[in-house]
């Protein structure tokens, strides 16, 4: 499985972005996928998560801000984030491989494949 992200960039705070990850080798056992972000000497926290039914996940600090969604013809990821924060400013990982039940799918160590990353940086 290879996952690929895109979409970062730098953004003033309330901004917004969409981030993608587009999966190649993707099958039934890896169709649920993940966001995460990891900031400079920070634990990598989950963000959105996504199984292979459609349901979602969201953690606490993105809420009724952000959205995630898969283009499954096109095997594509996505993340909308809206009324970014500076404190948001990180690393933003997509996985893959995660747990049927997306509820359980914010946590890092359920997912076996990772992306190399894409920066967001939130100006103040």
């Known amino acids: 499985v290879r996952l690929v992200e895109s979409g970062g960039g730098s953004v003033q705070a309330g901004g917004s972005l969409r981030l993608s990850c587009v999966a190649a080798?993707?099958?039934?056992?890896?169709?649920?996928m993940g966001w995460f972000h990891q900031a400079p000497g920070e634990e990598r926290e989950g963000i959105a998560a996504?199984?292979?039914?459609?349901?979602?996940a969201y953690g606490d600090s993105v809420k009724g801000r952000s959205s995630i969604s898969k283009d499954n013809a096109e095997y594509t990821l996505y993340l909308q984030l809206n009324s970014l924060k500076p404190g948001e400013t990180a690393m933003y990982y997509c996985?893959?491989?995660?747990?049927?039940?997306?509820?359980?799918?914010?946590?890092?160590?359920?997912?076996?494949?990772w992306g190399q990353g894409t920066q967001v940086i939130v100006g103040s």
């Open positions: 996985a893959a491989g995660g747990p049927r039940v997306a509820r359980f799918g914010l946590e890092d160590f359920e997912y076996p494949y």
């Open positions: 080798g993707v099958t039934d056992s890896t169709k649920s």
């Open positions: 996504i199984n292979g039914d459609g349901d979602t």
